[in-house]
């Protein structure tokens, strides 16, 4: 009896969590309890630091992040520098990689403390999730939302002092403007990444440090508020 | 009787171009027979520099190409440059911008010599267009496809002369690899663009001209193969 009252509470609070991603926004009651019949849900539960998802693997589930935090980092295909993002419940993990010529996924993942995710396999995409036209748009809408934020993000380039060219390689990389980002490179190569001398750089870096948008580790730049970083 | 012929004809035609298209591709005679009688379809003509669509309208209809060529020239926020591309048929214009948060067309569209489009109402594709699983995973994976290329063109920086970044700059701005691309611009503003000097970077267009790889009209120049451009 108490099991079953702690299964409905938790079914509750798992259910209200997706209900709030863009992908079920919409969707009726009655719509979503059909689809909880219908679609095997799997849950899964990670320990601090352990890693979920490799970047370059393939994308072949819906993953939802129902509690926790995920540190997502990409390594550049170049070699020279990585970017972290933090991905706060309740999210999507990659929903734009799961189709197309290449579903692999383009971050690795790291539990950040105690992480729940529940996962739903790509083929209860075709079989249940998108006989919903509530979930077909919601799909439709996250995947062109993301292509109109990648497309942005190249068509914003302009001509720009040092200041503005950093300001607008670390926005490029950025999935979200929230939340902490990490970029990880020796300040020699974010010199030469940005065509410019290593002094110039640090000198950027340093003025930003003293005013509190960067920390500065050892091979490591910590942003706290990206959209704080203003272009002069 | 010979116009019912020619109709058959044409719609014969029309039918084996939209099949060719990676919405239809895969849909069975039988379904795409079902499309044609739920569907309106609406037939376009257009003259020579006619403009079909503005760069910022509203995208609310599926575009296919079925006979002739367009110039998509987007202009950059900044305004400082151009680039455009040619779209041969059969092909669709912009999928990708017909849903999410801004449904706007990315580039102005003209006619190059006669021009045939058909083009469907949004609101078909969800009364009937996205009833078709087929249909559907098209469509997934032409809006995957488009955002991981667009984020593929974003990692790809790497540290590089000049001649590196004008070949990363250029090709950030293509749709397809295929077909010439005019990227108009002064010179200074290009040079300002990629944070060098006017005269380093007319070297480089100037040795790229000697060698065939475009040509320099004022303020234009003309890529007839980006792939051609190879970074040394």
């Keep these: 009896m ?26 009726s009651k009655a719509e979503f ?12 539960k990670f320990g601090d630091r352990e890693v979920l998802f490799a970047q370059g693997a393939t994308c072949d589930k819906l993953v939802f ?8 980092e990409t390594v550049a295909p170049c070699g020279t520098f990585s ?37 739903i396999d790509k083929q209860y995409i075709y079989s249940v999730l998108d006989k919903y036209e509530v979930f077909r748009m919601n799909f ?7 292509a109109e934020q990648l497309y ?6 302009d001509a720009q ?6 300001i607008h390689f670390i926005r490029s990389l950025c999935n979200t403007r929230r939340g902490t980002k990490v ?13 410019d001398t290593r002094l110039n750089v640090s000198n950027v870096l340093n003025k930003w440090q003293e005013e509190g948008l960067v920390e500065m580790r050892r091979k490591e730049f910590v942003f706290h508020d990206v959209g704080s970083l203003r272009a002069l």
């Design 183 to 195: 970029l990880r490179v020796k300040m020699e190569e974010l010199a030469n990444l940005l065509d």
């Design 83 to 119: 970017f972290e993002e933090l991905v706060e419940w309740p999210a999507i993990v990659e929903p734009h990689s799961l189709f197309g010529k290449r579903p692999c996924y383009k971050a690795t993942y790291t539990a950040q403390g105690e992480v729940a995710l529940l996962t």
């Design 152 to 157: 942005e993000s190249i068509w914003s380039i």
């Design 161 to 166: 002092e040092l200041e503005g060219r950093l």
């Design 65 to 72: 992040l129902l509690r926790g935090r995920l540190a997502a």
């Design 140 to 146: 439709f809408n996250l995947l062109s939302n993301k």
């Design 2 to 27: 108490i099991n079953h009252r702690i299964n409905t509470y938790m079914e509750y609070t798992m259910y209200d969590t997706l209900l709030q991603l863009p992908l079920f926004q919409g969707m």
């Design 33 to 44: 309890s059909e689809v909880i019949e219908k679609v095997k849900f799997h849950f899964h």
